[in-house]
């Protein structure tokens, strides 16, 4: 079973290749049937979850950092 960190890279990386695929070929967003299609709000989503991702990648695969208070 996959840990949390590689599903996160897994996801990573297929919202890349996502973003990619819809940047190579560019199309204009458009409204149909009531219907808005905003091609500009779907890269800046993919960009903001791809942020989010990366932050929780690296919380997942640390370096963790434990406290410890002693008594003296």
Known sequence: ???????????????????????????????ENGRTFNWTEYQRFLVDQMTTLKELLVSAEGPYELESRGVT
């Open 1 to 31: 079973m996959a840990t949390a960190a590689e599903n996160f890279l897994t996801t990573y990386n297929n919202v890349a290749a996502r973003l990619a695929e819809i940047t190579a070929s560019p199309k204009p967003s458009y409204t």
